[in-house]
């Protein structure tokens, strides 16, 4: 039987640190898993009450099905006022909406690139993109980030690395999975360069509301790049991952948002993928979710702040404390272990899981994880942690 390259080309089997967790599972193991962002299963929700009075205020909005290309008008007006009270301005018009942010990016290759084309992503990198760019047919670079400055942009280097095939420069700002936040001095240099290329950029935002060392987050949209894809939804921002609910908001030279808009409303129109109740709920969602909000930033900053406490502690990592979202990376400082068997050794010894640095093109011997968990389990993880490293 015949399958497409796409298809022979994707991993036939886990590889060896998903085994090593399969099995310590099946032999009745805990393992605590210090990977998954989905923070539903740190105990994070949104409150059940409030989304199912959201939910049924919406209903009869449904009864008759008169889908809309870009979105729902009330939900892109709701998630307009969302960016102007942060102060951006970005009009209802200019958004669209999709069932979460690895959709916003599959739409953004396949309007800005030809097959074969290039998209510069950050490095350290998050491994979906490259499935992303095999089933949108482009091919991924990468521009530096420097963990010896906190892991800011090199920015010459990123210049160094456009060619002619060049088509648009992601921007991961909270980033994952270091945890570096672009501050503005960053933003306006990289918005130079898109200018003198005519690059757009993709600002992934999804970890906006979790940050650590400011109050407003610096904004691609907000500088003088002349075309900015912003990408965000309600999975990491309000904990409802299972809403599938994202959005993609456009911003630059008018003549450039009203090009991208057309070819994104036939895109979209294509699917209509977005649920249309989860649409009409956005309003509410949003409204009556302010208090929960703030309960849940609360509750990331504290794990990070015990994570960056422990870790810290350890005579044999190197961290660089993550300014927002929720993941970190750290450097091991014993080069003479091998990165894939020492966090299989982790898992098997202490049962923590976590990922091993090059699953993110990150060089030398480091370990990314989340810090988004139960705070008593976090703690004691991290305690086994530590003590394996050191030991």
């Not at 060392?213 to 691609?220: G, I």
Request: proline share 7%.
């Amino acid at each position: 039987m015949f399958f497409s390259p796409i298809a022979n080309s994707f991993p036939q089997a886990l590889n060896r640190l998903y085994q090593a967790r399969d099995a310590a599972l099946q032999n009745g193991k805990q393992v605590v898993d210090l990977i998954s962002g989905n923070v539903n299963q740190a105990g994070i929700q949104y409150p059940e009450a409030l989304l199912r009075a959201a939910l049924l205020q919406a209903l009869p909005e449904t009864r008759c099905y008169q889908p809309d290309s870009f979105g729902q008008p009330a939900a892109r007006q709701a998630i307009s006022s969302y960016y102007a009270e942060a102060g951006v301005t970005l009009p209802p018009d200019q958004f669209l909406l999709t069932p979460g942010s690895s959709i916003s990016y599959f739409y953004c290759f396949r309007l800005l690139a030809e097959s074969g084309d290039e998209i510069l992503c950050p490095s350290p990198s998050y491994p979906l993109f490259e499935t992303i760019a095999q089933l949108g047919n482009v091919r991924l670079t990468s521009y530096l980030l420097k963990e010896s400055r906190n892991w800011e942009i090199d920015l010459d280097y990123l210049e160094s690395q456009l060619t002619t095939r060049t088509r648009a420069i992601v921007l991961i700002s909270p980033h994952n999975p270091t945890g570096a936040v672009a501050g503005w001095t960053q933003l306006r240099g990289l918005a130079e360069i898109a200018s003198r290329h005519g690059l757009p950029l993709i600002a992934d935002e999804v970890f906006s509301e979790f940050l650590f060392a400011m109050e407003q987050l610096p904004r691609p949209a907000q500088t003088a790049a002349p075309l900015v894809f912003t990408l965000n939804g309600l999975s990491k921002m309000l904990a409802l991952p299972g809403m599938k609910l994202g959005w993609l908001g456009v911003s630059g030279d008018p003549a450039l948002v009203k090009k991208s808009m057309r070819a994104l409303e036939m895109i979209s129109d294509t699917f209509l993928p977005v649920n249309e109740l989860v649409q009409f709920a956005v309003p509410e969602i949003l409204r009556a979710g302010r208090p929960f909000l703030s309960d849940y930033r609360s509750r990331v900053a504290g794990c990070r702040d015990l994570a960056a406490r422990s870790l810290s502690q350890c005579r044999k990592l190197a961290l660089v404390l993550p300014s927002g979202g929720f993941y970190l990376t750290a450097r091991w400082l014993d080069p003479d272990r091998d990165e894939e068997s020492w966090v299989i050794d982790l898992l098997n010894r202490c049962g923590v899981l976590v990922h091993p640095g090059y699953f993110y093109d990150v060089p030398e011997t480091h370990l990314v994880m989340t810090f988004v968990q139960e705070p008593q389990l976090l703690e004691s993880a991290l305690q086994r942690l530590a003590e394996f490293v050191d030991g």
